[in-house]
């Protein structure tokens, strides 16, 4: 089982950028597809972003054109970069790996990290 710990989150101000990563440990993420997920205060969590085995990508539509998610297998690391940010991206994002090619569901995923909190003020 893949050890995964998300860095990098912050409060900030709306427009502001963060950049999320994501390092795996006792095991290698090169066959995995990696997502990105989102939970916000009394609301489910959510699909934000994943990237394949390949370097497909998918995206929210609340993500497409904001953010963007990327791997560098040999530092076993994922990252996501959010630009533009607004309120509503306001949650605690959690990274996870799963073997179902660009999955954006959650019960695909089997390895999940603690999760690191945005908050983005307006």
């Known amino acids: 089982q893949v050890q995964l710990v998300e860095s990098g989150g912050g409060s900030v101000q709306a427009g502001d950028s963060l950049r999320l990563s994501c390092v795996a440990s006792?095991?290698?993420?090169?066959?995995?597809?990696m997502g990105w997920f989102r939970q916000a205060p009394g609301k489910e969590r959510e699909f934000v972003a994943s990237v394949s085995r390949n370097n497909f990508e998918r995206y929210a539509d609340s993500a497409q054109g904001r953010f963007a998610i990327s791997r560098v297998n040999a530092k076993n690391t994922v990252y996501l970069r959010m630009n533009s940010l607004k309120p509503e991206d306001t949650a605690v994002y959690y990274c996870?790996?799963?073997?179902?090619?660009?999955?954006?569901?959650?019960?695909?995923?089997?390895?999940w990290g603690q999760g690191t909190q945005v908050t983005v003020s307006a």
């Open positions: 996870a790996s799963t073997n179902v090619p660009l999955s954006i569901s959650l019960p695909d995923y089997r390895d």
């Open positions: 006792g095991g290698f993420i090169s066959s995995s597809t």
